[in-house]
């Protein structure tokens, strides 16, 4: 009976504290802990990258591989859990839009290798200006994305992208084009 009591009373003070977090006061505090931790983790990763153009937005957590090798334009916004392997060079345009859980990566293993864990493969990925990349979508290593492309979410880019054209699917097809 005292442990069904006790579980009863450790519940009671997690919802107490939960409700607590909830409420005003609680939402403040937490709220500015996490506009600082986000603040602080901006700043170290601008730093740390080999470019960073002004009104750019992470959302965080963010991924971003070797950011030295990484530059980013004007007005870009990087969503959470986006995933960024810089090794081989990532070049982002101006207003770049990129959706969460999205991954970018110029780095790859050479497949005709008998041990392909022994090998590293750099290409450098170009993404142009005012580029819309989807949520959950793929960019493979090697790729330019032409300026104005709209990358589905979920796509799969296996080969460069014109611009303007509107991507779709696995592997990503083009099945549109944008006017501008």
Known sequence: ???????????????MIDAWLQSRPGAAITTRAETLGNHWRTSRLRSKLGSCGSGVS????????CPDRVEIGDGVSIAAYV?????????IGDRVMIGSHAAISSVTHNYEST?????????????????????HAVIMPGLTIGSG?????????????????IVMGVPGREVGRREF
């Open 115 to 135: 041990a392909m864990s022994d090998t590293v493969v750099l290409k450098p990925v170009v993404i142009g200006a005012d580029v819309w990349v989807g949520s």
């Open 1 to 15: 009976m005292r442990e069904r009591s006790g579980l009863h009373l450790v519940g009671f003070a997690e919802r």
């Open 83 to 91: 995933h960024i392997w810089g090794s081989g060079r990532v070049r």
């Open 149 to 165: 492309a709209v990358i589905g979410s979920g796509c799969v880019v296996t080969h460069d992208v014109a611009p303007g054209a």
């Open 58 to 65: 992470f959302q965080w957590p963010i991924l971003v591989e």
